[in-house]
C-alpha cells in the first residue's frame, strides 16, 4: 500500500467520484480496501483535510444584538433628550429657588424606560439565532465503524478522513460522503437530502456513472447525513467536512446574508424623516426665539426643543407594530401558516412571485388513476385520493365495468400485482383512505374499488405463490397466483375469467379450462407489450397485429402528453409454477389487458388559489423534479400556464449563466426535472429582476434557497428540520392554497400598519408644531411637557392603534397588485395625510392655547390652559381612531361593531385621561390641573371639530370622483 497521497487538496475536493471507477477512486485516495488506513495516514490526512465537522462563522453574539437595538435613530435622540432633561433637572435642583417639589428625573426615567422597552421589543424579534446550521450537524452521527490498520474498529465520527473505508449496515447514519466499493440490497434513505421519502437502491457502478448524472441518481454513492435502512456495504470515504454535499450546502447557507425586510427598511426611513424634521425644527424655534427674546429665554427653548423631540418620535409605534405582527401569526396558524420570524408577517403582503413545489404543495401527493385504456374502450375515471368511490366514463356516459371482460381482468391484474394496502384510518368526520406502500399501487387498489372489487377478499380467492419483483432494469413485475376458489367464502363479483377461450387466426375460439396458475404483469407499457402476443376483447382472444400495437402506443404517447404516468399490464395461464430466476422466458407470450393512465392529481382548492393569486398581481412559478410532459399538464390544469408554454429542465438550466436565466426567470413559469440546487440559482434570478420572492421547500438541498428567498416556505408535513430552520414560515398543511391565505393575511397586516402609523403621525405632528409655536406666540410655558408626551404617545395613541391593528380586511384586499416592497411608508397619500391632518390639529390646539391662555391668567389657576390643550389633544385623537377606519365611508356607512376593539379603547383611554385631571395623585405626577365643567366642555367641543373635519374631508372626495366621472 502507498504510504503517500496527492498533498493537492483542492484537486482531491473537486473530484467527480461518481464517475470514477472504483479501483481509480482507491489508487487516487492511495487506499486499500481490504486494510484501510494505517493510524498514521489518519494523522496525516488530519492534519492536512482537517476535522469531519460542519463548521460555522461566528455571527453575533446576544449582546451585539441588544446593542444594536440602540443604535435606532429614533432611540438615540430620545437618548439624547433624557440626557439633556436630566441635566436641566439636576441645575434646576442646586438651585434653591426653582427646586422642584415634583419626583425629580421624572422625565429623564420615564423616557430612559421607553427607550429600554423599545430596545428589549427589538431585541426578542433578532435574537432567536440561526438553528438551521445547528440542524445540519444534527445529521451526523456521532460514531462510525472503519477498517484501519486491517482492522474492523469504531471511531468518532470528527476523525474520517478521505480513504477511509466505511462499514455500512441497517440503521448505520451517514457522517461522510463515500463510493460504494461492494453492496449487498443496500437500501438508503435520502429524504433529509433529496426530500425524496422512498429508499434508494445503492449499488457499486464498475465503470462510474456519466458525469452529468444528478445527486438524487448517483446509485453508486453514500451521502453524509442519510440513513442504511436495509442490507450491508462497504465504501470509500471521499469527502469530509465542509467538502461533503451536506458541507456545500453549510457553505452556501452561510453565504446567504440576510436583508433586512420591507417593514424594518420603512422603519429605518420613518426615522430618519422624523428625527431629521425634529432637528430641522427644533432649530427654527430656538432661533426664532432667541431673535424675538434674546438670549435670556435660551432654558425655556431648550424645554420647548425637548418636548418637540420628545412628541416627534412616535415612542408606543414599535410596540403595536410587534403586537400587530404577533396577532397576524395567531390568525396565520388558524389558517395552518406557523410564522417563525415575526416580521415576516408583512413580508408577506408585499410578495410578487411564489415558487411552489409541485408534489404534495400543488397536488395531493395522491396518485389517482384518471383513464384507462383498453384495445376496445377509453374510459375516464372519476373521484379523488385514494376514496375507491367514482364512475367510469365513456364518451361522458357512465358505464358498469362488468359488461366489459378485459376491463374486469385488468382491474383484477391491479389488486393481484401489488403489495401495498389501502387502509380506512380516523373516527367519525376524521376518516380518511391512506394508501401503505407505494402511492402508485395504492391508486390501483382505489381505482378497483370504485367497481366494488374487494382487495382482501381477491387476496383471499386468489393466493400468491411467486413473483418476479420489480427492477429499475426489469421496469416491471409479475405475480404468480393459484385460484382456490370460494371454499366457503362470499365473493361478490369476483370477475376472474372460469374459463379462458383462445381464439384461433381465423377468429375462432375454443374453450379451455382454468388453468391451475395465473401469472399478472404489470410495468413498462412499451416493454410489456414487447411481451404480448394477443389481447383479449371481452371473453376473446385475439392475436395482436402491427397495426394494433401502433395503436397502443400511440395511446401511450397521448396519454403521456396529458401528464399522466402510464402502465401496462398483461397476464398469462400457467400450468406450472416458474423457476424463480426464469422471469425471461416466464414473462413472454402475455395476453395484453391494457393501459392505466395515473397522476398526481392537483388539490382541488390550489386552482382557486391560483387565480386569486393572478388577479392579486402575484405570478405562480412551478418547481418539480417531474417530467416536463407532466409538469406542463399540471400546470395547465392548475391555470398557472396557457397550452404551449416553455418548460425549463434541469439539464437545460445548467447550460445556461446567471445572467442568461435572469434573462430566461420572467417568461419561463415551469421548471421541470430540477434538482433542489437549482432553486437557489433561480430565486437568486427572480430576486436580480427586482421579484419579492417566496420559495418553498421541504429538502436539506432546499435550505440555501429558503434562506435567500424573500420569503422562505418549509413544509410541516414532508420537510426536513433543516429546511424548517431555513425557513420563514412552515405550511402546517403542506398546501399551496395556504401560502395564499397567508400573503392575505400579510396585506392585512399591512394595511393595517399604514392605518395606524397615519392616526399616531397626524396627532404627532399636530403636537410639535403646538409646542413649537408656543415660544413663538410668546407664551411663558409650553404647553406639553416630556412625560405628557409619553402619555399621549404610548397610551392616548397606543390603545387605539393597538384596536386598529385588528381592523377587518378590506374585501378587495386580494383584487390589487401587491406593495412595492421599495415603496415608502408615506407612498399612495399617506404622507400628505399626516401633514395635513397634522396641521389640522396644530390650529384647533393653537386655537385654543392662544383664547385659553387669555381666559385664565388672571385666574386661581392660572395654568389650566395647558391642561385643556393636553386634554383636547387627547380626546380629538379618539375621534381621529373613530373616523380613520376608512378613507372614502362615512362612519354612518360603517358598521360601527365590527371592531368591538375600537370603541373599547376609545371609551378606556378617555376615562384614563380624565383620571389624569381629577384624581390629585395622578394630576401631581403628571403635572395636570384641574378643569372646571365649562372647560372640559369646551375641551369636548374643539376636539370634536377633529372628527367632523375627516368626514367632511371624505365627502369632498366623493364630489371630487363624482365630477370627474361626470
Given at each position: 500500500m502507498a504510504?503517500?497521497?496527492?498533498?493537492?487538496?483542492?484537486?482531491?475536493?473537486?473530484?467527480?467520484?461518481?464517475?470514477?471507477?472504483?479501483?481509480?477512486?482507491?489508487?487516487?485516495?492511495?487506499?486499500?480496501?481490504?486494510?484501510?488506513?494505517?493510524?498514521?495516514?489518519?494523522?496525516?490526512?488530519?492534519?492536512?483535510?482537517?476535522?469531519?465537522?460542519?463548521?460555522?462563522?461566528?455571527?453575533?453574539?446576544?449582546?451585539?444584538?441588544?446593542?444594536?437595538?440602540?443604535?435606532?435613530?429614533?432611540?438615540?435622540?430620545?437618548?439624547?433628550?433624557?440626557?439633556?432633561?436630566?441635566?436641566?433637572?439636576?441645575?434646576?435642583?442646586?438651585?434653591?429657588?426653582?427646586?422642584?417639589?415634583?419626583?425629580?428625573?421624572?422625565?429623564?426615567?420615564?423616557?430612559?424606560?421607553?427607550?429600554?422597552?423599545?430596545?428589549?421589543?427589538?431585541?426578542?424579534?433578532?435574537?432567536?439565532?440561526?438553528?438551521?446550521?445547528?440542524?445540519?450537524?444534527?445529521?451526523?452521527?456521532?460514531?462510525?465503524?472503519?477498517?484501519?490498520?486491517?482492522?474492523?474498529?469504531?471511531?468518532?465520527?470528527?476523525?474520517?478522513?478521505?480513504?477511509?473505508?466505511?462499514?455500512?449496515e441497517a440503521g448505520s447514519q451517514l457522517c461522510a460522503d463515500g463510493q460504494i466499493i461492494e453492496a449487498s440490497n443496500l437500501q438508503i434513505r435520502e429524504a433529509a437530502l433529496t426530500g425524496e421519502a422512498q429508499a434508494v437502491t445503492k449499488e457499486p457502478v464498475s465503470e462510474g456513472l456519466n458525469e452529468e448524472t444528478a445527486l438524487g441518481d448517483r446509485i453508486n454513492m453514500v451521502f453524509t447525513g442519510t440513513e442504511v435502512i436495509g442490507g450491508r456495504a462497504k465504501a470509500i470515504v471521499t469527502s469530509t467536512g465542509m467538502e461533503t454535499e451536506l458541507g456545500k450546502i453549510a457553505q452556501m447557507l452561510q453565504s446567504v446574508e440576510s436583508e433586512p425586510t420591507p417593514l424594518q427598511q420603512r422603519m429605518n426611513h420613518l426615522g430618519n424623516v422624523l428625527v431629521s424634521s425634529s432637528l430641522i425644527l427644533v432649530v427654527l424655534v430656538i432661533a426664532i426665539g432667541v431673535v424675538q427674546a434674546g438670549w435670556d429665554r435660551l432654558q425655556d427653548l431648550v424645554k420647548t426643543s425637548l418636548s418637540i423631540a420628545v412628541a416627534v418620535v412616535p415612542e408606543g409605534l414599535p410596540a403595536v407594530i410587534t403586537v400587530t405582527l404577533a396577532l397576524g401569526t395567531q390568525?396565520?396558524?388558524?389558517?395552518?401558516?406557523?410564522?417563525?420570524?415575526?416580521?415576516?408577517?408583512?413580508?408577506?403582503?408585499?410578495v410578487n412571485v411564489i415558487c411552489s413545489d409541485k408534489t404534495g404543495t400543488l397536488t395531493q401527493n395522491k396518485m389517482v388513476v384518471r383513464e384507462i385504456e383498453t384495445c376496445q374502450?377509453?374510459?375516464?375515471?372519476?373521484?379523488?385520493?385514494?376514496?375507491?368511490?367514482?364512475?367510469?366514463?365513456?364518451?361522458?356516459?357512465?358505464i358498469e365495468t362488468r359488461h366489459y371482460r378485459e376491463i374486469e381482468n385488468l382491474l383484477t391484474a391491479c389488486v393481484l400485482c401489488n403489495d401495498a394496502t389501502l387502509l380506512l384510518e380516523g373516527n367519525g368526520e376524521s376518516q380518511h383512505w391512506n394508501v401503505m406502500g407505494d402511492p402508485t399501487e395504492g391508486a390501483l387498489l382505489a381505482l378497483a374499488g370504485k367497481t366494488g372489487l374487494q382487495q382482501n377478499a381477491l387476496n383471499y380467492q386468489y393466493d400468491r405463490v411467486a413473483?418476479?419483483?420489480?427492477?429499475?432494469?426489469?421496469?416491471?413485475?409479475?405475480?404468480?397466483?393459484?385460484?382456490?376458489?370460494?371454499?366457503?367464502?362470499?365473493?361478490?363479483?369476483?370477475?376472474?375469467?372460469?374459463?379462458?377461450?383462445?381464439?384461433?387466426?381465423?377468429?375462432?375460439?375454443?374453450?379451455?379450462?382454468?388453468?391451475?396458475?395465473?401469472?399478472?404483469?404489470?410495468?413498462?407499457?412499451?416493454?410489456?407489450?414487447?411481451?404480448?402476443?394477443?389481447?383479449?376483447?371481452n371473453e376473446q382472444i385475439l392475436p395482436l397485429t402491427q397495426e394494433q400495437r401502433q395503436n397502443i402506443l400511440q395511446a401511450?404517447?397521448?396519454?403521456?402528453?396529458?401528464?399522466?404516468?402510464?402502465?401496462?399490464?398483461?397476464?398469462?395461464?400457467?400450468?406450472?409454477?416458474?423457476?424463480?430466476?426464469?422471469?425471461?422466458t416466464a414473462e413472454r407470450d402475455l395476453i395484453w389487458l391494457g393501459l392505466v393512465g395515473m397522476l398526481d392529481a392537483p388539490r382541488p382548492e390550489v386552482k382557486d388559489a391560483v387565480a386569486k393569486c393572478r388577479d392579486a398581481g402575484i405570478r405562480t412559478i412551478m418547481i418539480t423534479g417531474d417530467h416536463q410532459l407532466t409538469?406542463?399538464?399540471?400546470?395547465?390544469?392548475?391555470?398557472?400556464?396557457?397550452?404551449?408554454?416553455?418548460?425549463?429542465?434541469?439539464?437545460?438550466?445548467?447550460?445556461?449563466?446567471?445572467?442568461?436565466?435572469?434573462?430566461?426567470?420572467?417568461?419561463?413559469?415551469?421548471?421541470?426535472?430540477?434538482?433542489?440546487?437549482?432553486?437557489l440559482r433561480i430565486v437568486k434570478a427572480l430576486q436580480k429582476r427586482g421579484r419579492f420572492a417566496a420559495m418553498t421547500g421541504d429538502g436539506v438541498n432546499d435550505a440555501p434557497a429558503l434562506k435567500q428567498a424573500d420569503i422562505g416556505i418549509a413544509m410541516g408535513i414532508t420537510g426536513t428540520d433543516v429546511s424548517k430552520e431555513a425557513s420563514d414560515m412552515v405550511l402546517l398543511d403542506d398546501n399551496f392554497a395556504t401560502i395564499v391565505a397567508a400573503t392575505e393575511e400579510g396585506r392585512m397586516v399591512y394595511n393595517n400598519i399604514r392605518?395606524?402609523?397615519?392616526?399616531?403621525?397626524?396627532?404627532?405632528?399636530?403636537?410639535?408644531?403646538t409646542i413649537a409655536a408656543a415660544p413663538i406666540l410668546g407664551l411663558a410655558d409650553v404647553p406639553l411637557t416630556?412625560?405628557?408626551?409619553?402619555?399621549?404617545?404610548?397610551?392616548?395613541?397606543?390603545?387605539?392603534?393597538?384596536?386598529?391593528?385588528?381592523?377587518?380586511?378590506?374585501?378587495?384586499?386580494?383584487?390589487?397588485?401587491?406593495?412595492?416592497?421599495?415603496?415608502?411608508?408615506?407612498?399612495?397619500?399617506?404622507?400628505?395625510?399626516?401633514?395635513?391632518?397634522?396641521?389640522?390639529?396644530?390650529?384647533?390646539?393653537?386655537?385654543?392655547?392662544?383664547?385659553?391662555?387669555?381666559?385664565?391668567?388672571?385666574?386661581?389657576?392660572?395654568?389650566?390652559?395647558?391642561?385643556?390643550?393636553?386634554?383636547?389633544?387627547?380626546?380629538?385623537?379618539?375621534?381621529?381612531?373613530?373616523?380613520?377606519?376608512s378613507n372614502t365611508r362615512l362612519m354612518l356607512e360603517i358598521d360601527l361593531f365590527s371592531n368591538p376593539y375600537l370603541l373599547s379603547s376609545v371609551a378606556v383611554t378617555t376615562i384614563l385621561q380624565l383620571m389624569l385631571i381629577y384624581i390629585a395623585p395622578l394630576r401631581d405626577f403628571f403635572g395636570t390641573h384641574f378643569l372646571t365643567l365649562e372647560q372640559l366642555l369646551i375641551c369636548l367641543g374643539f376636539s370634536a371639530l377633529m372628527f367632523v373635519w375627516i368626514e367632511l374631508e371624505k365627502l369632498f372626495i366623493r364630489f371630487l370622483r363624482l365630477k370627474k366621472t361626470q
Open positions: 504510504q503517500s497521497y496527492s498533498s493537492n487538496s483542492l484537486s482531491d475536493r473537486q473530484q467527480s467520484w461518481y464517475a470514477y471507477a472504483i479501483e481509480k477512486t482507491i489508487e487516487t485516495l492511495n487506499s486499500n480496501a481490504q486494510q484501510g488506513l494505517t493510524a498514521s495516514e489518519v494523522e496525516q490526512r488530519l492534519k492536512h483535510y482537517g476535522t469531519n465537522e460542519i463548521k460555522e462563522t461566528v455571527g453575533r453574539s446576544n449582546w451585539e444584538i441588544l446593542l444594536d437595538q440602540f443604535k435606532n435613530i429614533m432611540l438615540l435622540m430620545l437618548i439624547a433628550v433624557a440626557i439633556i432633561s436630566g441635566v436641566m433637572d439636576a441645575i434646576a435642583m442646586q438651585n434653591a429657588q426653582t427646586a422642584k417639589a415634583e419626583i425629580p428625573f421624572k422625565d429623564t426615567i420615564a423616557i430612559l424606560s421607553i427607550v429600554i422597552l423599545n430596545g428589549i421589543l427589538g431585541y426578542l424579534q433578532e435574537s432567536r439565532a440561526e438553528q438551521a446550521l445547528a440542524a445540519l450537524k444534527r445529521l451526523a452521527s456521532p460514531k462510525v465503524q472503519v477498517i484501519r490498520d486491517g482492522q474492523r474498529i469504531e471511531v468518532e465520527a470528527p476523525t474520517l478522513v478521505p480513504g477511509d473505508i466505511m462499514l455500512l390568525r396565520m396558524v388558524r389558517r395552518n401558516a406557523l410564522i417563525r420570524k415575526l416580521p415576516a408577517v408583512e413580508t408577506l403582503g408585499s374502450k377509453h374510459l375516464h375515471v372519476t373521484g379523488e385520493g385514494y376514496i375507491p368511490i367514482g364512475e367510469f366514463l365513456d364518451s361522458g356516459r357512465s413473483e418476479f419483483p420489480f427492477s429499475s432494469e426489469r421496469k416491471r413485475m409479475s405475480v404468480i397466483v393459484n385460484d382456490r376458489g370460494n371454499e366457503g367464502l362470499e365473493i361478490t363479483q369476483s370477475p376472474i375469467l372460469l374459463e379462458m377461450r383462445r381464439g384461433t387466426q381465423e377468429g375462432e375460439s375454443n374453450v379451455r379450462q382454468s388453468p391451475i396458475f395465473l401469472m399478472f404483469t404489470k410495468g413498462s407499457s412499451e416493454l410489456i407489450l414487447e411481451r404480448c402476443q394477443s389481447y383479449q376483447i401511450n404517447n397521448n396519454m403521456a402528453e396529458r401528464g399522466l404516468r402510464v402502465l401496462g399490464f398483461a397476464y398469462k395461464p400457467l400450468e406450472t409454477i416458474p423457476n424463480s430466476d426464469s422471469e425471461e409538469a406542463r399538464a399540471i400546470a395547465q390544469q392548475l391555470g398557472i400556464v396557457k397550452e404551449n408554454a416553455i418548460v425549463l429542465s434541469g439539464r437545460e438550466l445548467e447550460k445556461l449563466s446567471q445572467e442568461e436565466l435572469e434573462r430566461e426567470v420572467d417568461r419561463v413559469s415551469i421548471y421541470a426535472r430540477v434538482a433542489p440546487e437549482h432553486k392605518l395606524f402609523v397615519k392616526y399616531i403621525l397626524g396627532s404627532n405632528v399636530g403636537e410639535v408644531i416630556p412625560l405628557q408626551i409619553l402619555w399621549m404617545n404610548l397610551v392616548t395613541d397606543g390603545l387605539p392603534a393597538l384596536a386598529l391593528a385588528v381592523e377587518p380586511a378590506d374585501p378587495n384586499i386580494m383584487t390589487r397588485p401587491p406593495f412595492s416592497p421599495k415603496e415608502s411608508i408615506f407612498a399612495k397619500g399617506l404622507g400628505f395625510y399626516i401633514i395635513r391632518i397634522g396641521i389640522i390639529f396644530s390650529i384647533l390646539s393653537i386655537a385654543l392655547m392662544v383664547w385659553s391662555y387669555d381666559r385664565v391668567r388672571g385666574t386661581s389657576n392660572p395654568d389650566s390652559w395647558k391642561t385643556m390643550v393636553f386634554t383636547t389633544l387627547c380626546l380629538a385623537q379618539m375621534g381621529h381612531a373613530i373616523a380613520v377606519r
